[in-house]
């Protein structure tokens, strides 16, 4: 095994069965089943699965502050989160858990420790499931932080959404392929719409291909859930994997390898290559 072919991010709400308060445990055991050593996972749902954990057990949601409690429902939540995608990833892999930080990747010794990590991963038949340590992330320190950083360094990443932490670490493994699964098809020009979606942006040049993607932020409004960024800064972040492989949005209900084939609807982003023919 080279190293780390394939990331994907799945996002909190493709995790969850709204309707029913619960974890979709059909969509966690089918992702988990399709997981393999080369794949990096970047995994949300750890704070909202940590706050119906909490209902369930206590009959009320917590109160005080915003971040304490983003911190103890991601605390709660983290340990289910593993423990399911540990019962349901094939049992001859490892699995290993990296929570990531935006010092992780703002200092180049340490992008260089976790990227080794990953490396070490491909290696040794086990899959790494990362997201953003939110039990020990205070944001008005992450603020003040992220404000020094950005005095010395001309690009500053934050990693405080899970696309671009997915983003990031395809740039870092040098991952032929981003997929991205949530709870749409892919990118619509009218979200409203479902007949609107964009199988294809592509270019034959690096330009083109960002004019394309941008052209598309423009028609991209609101949010699958509150705090989550959207469609317009999931297109942002991806454009440096779309330059250098392949970006894939696609439904969680579909399978890993029925989206990388095209075998069903989702949004496919990147170069266009010479003599290719575009569907």
Do not use: W
Not at 62 to 87: H, N, P
């Amino acid at each position: 095994m080279s190293g780390i072919g394939l990331v994907i991010k799945i996002g909190s709400m493709a995790l969850i069965r709204k309707h029913e308060n619960d974890i979709d445990y059909n969509v966690l055991a089918r992702l988990s089943a399709e997981l393999k050593p080369g794949t990096a996972l970047i995994s949300s749902g750890a704070t909202e699965i940590g706050r119906l954990d909490y209902i369930k057990r206590t009959g009320n949601e917590l109160s005080g502050e915003r971040d304490d409690v983003i911190t103890d429902y991601a605390a709660q939540g983290q340990a289910i989160l593993m423990s399911q995608y540990r019962q349901f990833i094939r049992p001859e892999y490892s699995v290993r858990q990296v929570l990531v930080e935006h010092t992780h990747f703002n200092d180049p010794v340490k992008r260089e420790h976790i990227r080794r990590l990953f490396m070490r991963c491909a290696e040794q038949n086990a899959i790494p499931i990362i997201n953003y340590n939110d039990s020990v992330s205070a944001e008005e320190n992450r603020k003040l932080e992220l404000t020094a950083l950005r005095k010395n360094a001309e690009t500053v990443v934050e990693c405080i959404d899970n696309d671009e932490t997915a983003a990031v670490i395809a740039d870092l493994t040098g991952a032929e392929t981003l997929l991205i699964l949530g709870s749409t098809e892919g990118i619509y020009r009218d979200a409203a719409d479902p007949s609107t979606l964009i199988k294809f942006i592509g270019g034959t040049d690096e330009d083109e291909l960002e004019k394309g993607i941008r052209r598309l932020q423009e028609s991209c409004v609101g949010a699958s859930r509150a705090g989550a960024q959207g469609a317009r800064a999931k297109l942002e972040y991806i454009i440096p994997a779309a330059k250098r492989g392949t970006v894939i949005i696609g439904h969680s209900r579909h399978k890993i390898s029925d989206l990388l084939s095209g075998a069903v609807p989702c949004t496919r982003i990147g170069m266009i290559k010479k003599g290719s023919v575009v569907i």
